[in-house]
């Protein structure tokens, strides 16, 4: 079956615009597909997902993406493919908004972030996240699956990084 989808709901997901392109129930739950939007400065908290491989597609700008203990840069046109229980952060380190598309196998990460965002109306902006939404997160990540790391972790550099930062 063919699905056509103009009108893509839109989320505040921690700061960051989603918009949901593909839902698992259009894929007998193979995979979902977002489109996130994530201004300058902000970051995923380091986390982990026990069901779902997920593959980052640069649309727009950059994002430095710590995996394990990796450190990555992926750029406009590059991907990079992370495998379920692996432990990512995605950073914004530029001065403006990077652009990047989400593919989740199987589907799942969708309804996570319908569990923890609201939605947006037409012209609204994403809010920087607080203590609430940051809670609904927390809930959220338990019941799909998702372990969020508390920021000490995600402030600890990897010994890649460390070796970037010696050299």
Excluded: W
Aim: hydrophobic letters at 35%.
């Amino acid at each position: 079956m063919t699905y056509f989808n103009d009108a893509p709901i839109e989320y505040d997901f921690g700061g960051s615009r989603a918009r949901l392109l593909v839902s698992g129930e259009q894929t007998a739950h193979a995979y979902c597909m977002l489109e996130i939007s994530s201004p300058a400065g902000r970051s995923t908290p380091m986390h982990e997902h026990d069901y779902e491989d997920e593959v980052i597609i640069m649309l727009d700008g950059e994002l430095e993406v710590m995996v394990d203990d990796e450190r990555h840069l992926v750029k406009t046109g590059s991907s990079l493919m992370l495998p379920r229980g692996s432990r990512h952060q995605l950073i914004n380190k530029t001065g403006s908004t990077s652009r990047y598309m989400v593919v989740c196998s199987p589907a799942g990460f969708e309804r996570f972030v319908g569990a923890c965002s609201d939605a947006l109306s037409s012209g609204m902006a994403p809010r920087v996240p607080d203590d609430a939404m940051k809670a609904r997160m927390r809930k959220a990540a338990a019941q799909f699956g998702i372990t969020l790391y508390p920021p000490a972790a995600s402030q600890q550099p990897s010994q890649a990084h460390a070796a970037v930062q010696r050299s």
